[in-house]
């Protein structure tokens, strides 16, 4: 029998915050979303004095003021190497591992750990907090729906010590009767909605449903996440990372732009954003897509549209990608309109070295080899000295464009320039 534990890092973005801004602990903290719009992590004690999940921050301007409520613009940078740490740590742990999100991870132990769960747990988060500075809660279960519902008690109930376990299907019952049927992993509003008219209210009761009513109202993924909360293993551990079929790369501006020349330096850069990515999972795109839009919530003259180039040869050439990007921009640009969004898409992606060959690129092999290698030493460069040390010229220098993050954190660990100093 193995054991599954779920490792989720607790509100994550702000625990990212406190570990370089000491002063924060006991503080209510809060993290905004993109332009410092809405609410989209709040500290224990944020939520405690009445922060709701996704209030604008405008609203909210005078309630931080009176509670001394810190707040922080996202910092996108911050929280991706911190997350690969904590992942890092944890795979010390355990040879067998899943990187479920950014802040959460599943990790596979055997049976003959079972008596030796709550130990376990507490080694992990010690040495989390030690190596990386991020508080974490385990739960364990021999399922991953269990394991995820045991991370609820770990993380919500103080007499767990962080640390709790699903792994006794009869000593389960009690505690599945706790838990809303909304909130079993995977189910979702709509489902949650049929299961309560039905006054299935708890996974205890949600379980105990016939095998046929289930699959029948709910798929038979519905009817594996009964079983799963039965004790009966439906899903495994995914080990690899999956490559994407599409990238996006996306922002809403800072203000309206209406000038197609900054237009085409936000599509450039995203698109450099997005063949970085590509690059990295050992990809190639056949498509790029660009779209763009205005506001759709002001009463301004709308425009949205979105133009797509496919490729003879799937490419991952960051210039050769943005001049079909910045081709596409222009032939659905309108002028007169005052732009929210642009974004960049990259499609029929395929794998760069198990794929079939196009017989174009046979008499390319010199140039697709020059290009290559200039992709590699630019890649290179800026992972060794910070996310856009050699930029290209099509993205603009001043980009004022740019997102509105007027409270944002330094990049601590992935900056020269801006690393933590200590006084």
Not at 312 to 339: H, M
């Amino acid at each position: 029998m193995k054991i599954l534990a779920l490792v989720d890092c607790n509100n994550f973005y702000v625990s990212c915050e406190r570990v370089f801004i000491p002063s924060l602990q006991n503080t209510p903290t809060v993290v905004l979303s993109n332009n410092d719009g809405c609410v989209i992590a709040r500290s224990q004690e944020a939520k405690t004095i009445g922060v709701p999940m996704g209030a604008p921050a405008f609203k909210y301007k005078t309630f931080f003021e009176k509670h001394g409520v810190r707040v922080f613009s996202s910092n996108y940078a911050l929280y991706g190497d911190m997350s690969q740490r904590v992942v890092n740590t944890l795979s010390t742990f355990a040879s067998s591992m899943e990187v479920y999100s950014i802040d959460e991870s599943f990790l596979e132990f055997s049976g003959e750990d079972l008596k030796n769960l709550n130990e376990i747990g507490q080694k992990i988060r010690q040495k989390v907090l030690k190596w990386t500075g991020i508080p974490v809660s385990v739960g364990f279960g021999i399922t991953k729906t269990l394991a995820k519902a045991a991370n609820k008690f770990a993380k919500k109930e103080k007499w767990t010590n962080g640390v709790f376990e699903l792994c006794d299907t009869h000593k389960n019952e009690d505690f599945l009767k706790q838990i809303p049927v909304n909130d079993i992993w995977g189910i979702g509003r709509k489902n949650g909605k049929k299961l309560s008219d039905r006054n299935i209210t708890n996974a205890y009761l949600f379980k105990e449903l016939p095998d046929l009513w289930i699959k029948k109202n709910l798929t038979v993924t519905g009817l594996q996440t009964a079983m799963e909360l039965r004790g009966i293993p439906c899903f495994t551990l995914d080990k690899s990372q999956p490559t994407k079929k599409t990238i996006v790369t996306s922002r809403s501006f800072g203000k309206p732009v209406l000038s197609l020349p900054e237009l085409e330096e936000s599509v450039a850069s995203y698109v450099t954003r997005a063949a970085e990515k590509l690059r990295k999972q050992q990809s190639l795109a056949g498509g790029i897509m660009v779209f763009i839009e205005t506001n759709p919530h002001n009463t301004l003259p709308q425009y949205s549209n979105s133009a797509t180039i496919k490729f003879q040869i799937a490419t991952d050439y960051t210039p050769e990608l943005i001049s079909a990007a910045i081709k596409s921009l222009r032939s659905i640009y309108k002028t007169g309109y005052r732009f929210k969004k642009t974004g960049v898409v990259l499609l029929d992606i395929i794998n760069k070295s198990n794929r079939q060959a196009n017989l174009l690129e046979l008499t390319n092999n010199i140039r697709n080899e020059k290009q290559n290698n200039l992709m590699k030493i630019l890649d290179a460069a800026n992972t060794r000295f910070g996310k856009g040390t050699l930029n290209y010229a099509s993205e603009g220098i001043n980009q004022s464009w740019q997102m509105s993050r007027n409270f944002k954190s330094p990049d601590y660990t992935t900056c020269w320039t801006e690393l933590p100093e200590i006084k």
